[in-house]
């Protein structure tokens, strides 16, 4: 399925770049990981090793700070580490299952990285690890992308009930819902959010807000989980039940063949990426300061994630 997307995917027309730092963000941030217990066992560390999380943040962030690449490399792997466990290893199979997870991830952020407020007293690894991501977002003084960073993984952290739910029912849902509620199960904006955060320009608030860049915001989002979908699905069509994935949820509602629902999801990307051109070329032409370093972090993670996906272990 790999050859697939390779070959039915338009290449973003973004240029490919790399932060110098890629190698020393893995290594440290593998210290990170083994230093919160986050991976568990052996096992768990080349899983995640595997994943190739810096190379990922290195590629979407290749002018960032070495602070800045560090915390998005960090988080990254923090993502991998929840998805992992919820689509992998049992725990996002019932909401039942992983709702105490959940509710202790939320009294984590509702500290927002408030250092005088005690370590969660649960102790586990996830919950001790997000409270020092979030203390060292909000060290980065910018109070807005540090409320909005704790306002998207919150709903990253309930979208993954809605995931629980689906496959305690083995429901496959509808291709919109599907896409509206990808945009929070992917981790795409927290991300996005510490990408901002490592660079030193940002839109004003009257600028973040206007629809021309939240629908290019949104339109980003999707190019990266559905650029995911395509890459991931070799890995995720056996596993039952079935996964949330754009093709699974294209077949389901429109009952297509494999093949069929693989093109339509392909021509979707491929469709969605020469509107965001467009759309990103028309923002540039007037953009200030602010407006570019926005734009430079989307085209930087469409990018990222195309060249990441095409080698990523993750997926095998």
């Known amino acids: 399925m790999r050859e697939f997307a390779l070959s039915a995917l ?25 230093a919160f217990g986050l991976a568990g066992d052996q096992a768990g560390h080349r899983r995640l090793a595997g994943a190739r999380a810096a190379e990922l943040a290195a590629r979407a962030c290749p002018e960032a700070s070495p602070s800045g690449l560090r915390l998005l490399t960090d988080l990254i792997n923090w993502l991998f580490v929840v998805d992992d466990a919820c689509d992998d290893d049992g725990l996002g199979a019932a909401p039942t299952l992983l709702a105490p997870t959940l509710a202790g991830l939320l009294a984590v952020l509702d500290r927002h990285g408030d250092p005088e407020v005690p370590v969660p007293p649960d102790g586990r690894p996830v919950a001790v690890a997000l409270h020092d991501l979030i203390r060292r977002a909000r060290d980065r003084n910018r109070p807005a992308h540090l409320l909005r960073l704790v306002s998207q993984l919150r709903e990253y952290l309930l979208a993954l009930l809605w995931e629980a739910a689906n496959r305690e029912r083995r429901r496959v849902p509808g291709v919109a819902e599907y896409v509206q509620m990808r945009r929070h199960t992917g981790g795409v904006r927290p991300s996005f959010t510490v990408t901002d955060l490592a660079r030193p320009s940002a839109p004003r608030a009257e600028q973040r807000v206007a629809s021309a860049l939240t629908v290019l915001d949104a339109l980003a989002t999707d190019l990266v989980c559905w650029c995911n979908d395509l890459f991931s699905y070799g890995k995720e069509r056996g596993t039952v039940p079935e996964a949330h994935n754009l093709i699974t949820t294209i077949a ?7 093949s069929a629902a693989l093109h339509a999801a392909a021509d979707r990307f491929n469709k969605a990426l020469a509107t965001y051109a467009e759309r990103d070329a028309a923002l540039s032409a007037v953009a200030d300061e602010g407006m570019r370093a926005f734009l430079d972090t989307r085209r ?6 195309y060249d990441w996906s095409r080698a990523a272990g993750r997926y095998a």
């Open 252 to 258: 389901g509602e429109t009952g297509q063949d494999e």
């Open 10 to 34: 338009h290449e973003p027309p973004f240029p490919s770049r790399c932060h110098p730092a890629a190698d020393l963000a893995a290594v440290q941030s593998d210290a990170w990981v083994r």
């Open 300 to 305: 930087d993670w469409i990018r990222a994630t």
